[in-house]
């Protein structure tokens, strides 16, 4: 899963920051766990030192978080979404 072509929508393309997305991409790509579901949720939140980051998906369940330090931080809900051809990041509100 996610090893097909990547797209972004526009939310994401003008509301987060190009670092973020990459991480993002980068998150899903080293997940330690047997098997993908085909939607990772993240969950953006800033904070008093940078960027916080939760990364789940429901079957199989995982959660990982993690503190980025940046001065351009973001609140939204990030979905990853395979669909066996291809990949697409959005922003909740355009799912």
């Avoid at 526009?10 to 085909?38: A, R």
Wanted: aromatic share 12%.
């Amino acid at each position: 899963m996610f090893e097909n072509q990547k797209f972004l929508t526009s939310g994401v393309q003008n509301e987060i920051p190009s670092w973020l997305i990459d991480l993002v991409w980068c998150m899903v790509f080293s997940m330690k766990t047997e098997h993908k579901d085909y939607l990772q949720v993240f969950t953006l939140t800033k904070t008093p030192t940078g960027q916080h980051i939760v990364h789940e998906q429901e079957q199989p369940l995982y959660r990982y978080e993690l503190d980025v330090p940046c001065d351009d931080a973001v609140n939204a809900k990030v979905f990853v979404i395979d669909d066996s051809t291809h990949s697409t990041m959005l922003l909740a509100e355009e799912y």
